[in-house]
């Protein structure tokens, strides 16, 4: 059974190709390079000694969609990453981020309606939440206007689908994550953010390899155990494994809705200076840090109400936070050539 996975040498897309391919599916990639390099498809063939196909064009050209389409009669179904995912640049340039992640995103649609190809993964975000009135977060919870262009591109995408679920005879999965960090034990693929990072745990290794000179913590004064945010990190690979469920039980037609919806985190949140403590333990060194102004935008505290997740698709995350560091340690340490 071959899959196409959108934006497959990106971050979560590349450890997902892993995952695909270490149970036996074959995986062509869509990707058009705007955030990730070729190279990554060498690291996912040393870790699992196939090299995936990559179809090097962009998404938001209808006719080159199709023709993958074409090329590729046998993809039975889609895993969809490919999207721009930095908030502070959607915030500037909102066009150019609805543009790309909705057309790229109804260009796929559409190729999957020509080609009969009716299963969907959607990679969404528990952003749609915005900051929840009840903890843990549930599916059931209402959506609010996401903060940022990113995370609405992410809500609107979901009704886009669900709206072409309800026109058609697509089955589709959304799956919204929570805090992604860490990397996979090989070091041989993880996050690589090109320009200075958004996200915390690559601005914290970034910092510890002396790329950057501090982590910049926003804010102290949340209202939380010790004044920082609280988010649900969640480990790349276990998020990378509930794709691969998800997929099967829309093939294997063990789907309960046409479109169903699942959060992926751990159930657990930790706040910002825990993140870095935990950093600091599994590096072995202190991390320089400034408590500085609250970053707009941000919600204090988000973790995932899972029980729908394990008890649905038997998926349940298994890696703790401490693995989570120390793997995205790795990473950079290899990046520095010293892993
Ligand atoms: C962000 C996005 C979210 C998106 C996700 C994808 C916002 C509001 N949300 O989540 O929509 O799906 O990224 O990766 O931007 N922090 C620091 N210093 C830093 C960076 C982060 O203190 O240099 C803190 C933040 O204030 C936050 C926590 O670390 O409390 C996590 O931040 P981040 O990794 O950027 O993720 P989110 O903001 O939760």
């Given at each position: 059974m071959k899959i196409l996975v959108t934006g497959g040498t990106g971050y979560i897309g590349s450890h997902t190709v892993v995952e695909l391919?270490?149970?036996?599916?074959?995986?062509?990639?869509?990707?058009?390079?705007?955030?990730?390099?070729?190279?990554?498809?060498?690291?996912?063939?040393?870790?699992?000694?196939?090299?995936?196909?990559?179809?090097?064009?962009?998404?938001?050209?209808?006719?080159?969609?199709?023709?993958?389409?074409?090329?590729?009669?046998?993809?039975?179904?889609?895993?969809?990453?490919?999207?721009?995912?930095?908030?502070?640049?959607?915030?500037?340039?909102?066009?150019?981020?609805?543009?790309?992640?909705?057309?790229?995103?109804i260009n796929l649609l559409k190729g999957m309606m020509d080609s009969g190809v009716d299963h969907l993964v959607f990679s969404s975000s528990c952003t749609v939440y915005g900051q929840p009135d009840k903890l843990p977060v549930t599916e059931e919870a209402p959506l609010k206007r996401p903060e940022s262009p990113y995370g609405n591109t992410k809500k609107v995408m979901e009704d886009i689908i669900s709206d072409t679920v309800s026109s058609s005879g697509?089955?589709?999965?959304?799956?919204?994550?929570?805090?992604?960090?860490?990397?996979?034990?090989?070091?041989?693929?993880?996050?690589?953010?090109?320009?200075?990072?958004?996200?915390?745990?690559?601005?914290?290794?970034?910092?510890?390899?002396?790329?950057?000179?501090?982590?910049?913590?926003f804010g102290d004064d949340y209202d939380t155990p010790d004044g920082t945010p609280i988010r649900d990190y969640i480990h790349v690979v276990d998020l990378a494994k509930a794709h691969v469920v998800a997929l099967k039980r829309l093939v294997d037609k063990k789907n309960k809705k046409d479109c169903e919806v699942f959060n992926l985190g751990t159930g657990r949140g930790y706040s910002v200076l825990e993140a870095i403590k935990a950093f600091e333990k599994v590096s072995g060194g202190k991390l320089n840090y400034k408590i500085v102004d609250r970053r707009p935008g941000d919600i204090v505290k988000v973790w995932a109400d899972t029980k729908l997740a394990n008890r649905e698709l038997g998926w349940k995350s298994g890696k703790g936070l401490e693995v989570m560091m120390r793997t995205a340690w790795n990473w950079e340490l290899k990046l520095a050539g010293k892993f």
């Open positions: 391919q270490q149970e036996g599916l074959d995986v062509v990639i869509v990707d058009n390079l705007s955030n990730s390099t070729k190279d990554v498809i060498y690291g996912i063939e040393k870790i699992t000694g196939t090299r995936p196909v990559l179809e090097v064009f962009d998404l938001c050209d209808i006719n080159l969609t199709r023709q993958l389409f074409q090329k590729h009669p046998d993809i039975r179904a889609v895993v969809h990453f490919a999207a721009y995912k930095s908030v502070g640049e959607s915030v500037k340039e909102p066009l150019r981020y609805y543009h790309n992640n909705i057309l790229s995103s697509l089955k589709a999965i959304l799956l919204r994550y929570f805090n992604p960090i860490g990397a996979h034990e090989s070091a041989e693929i993880g996050e690589s953010p090109t320009g200075i990072p958004d996200n915390l745990v690559p601005y914290i290794t970034q910092t510890a390899i002396g790329k950057r000179d501090h982590l910049r913590v």
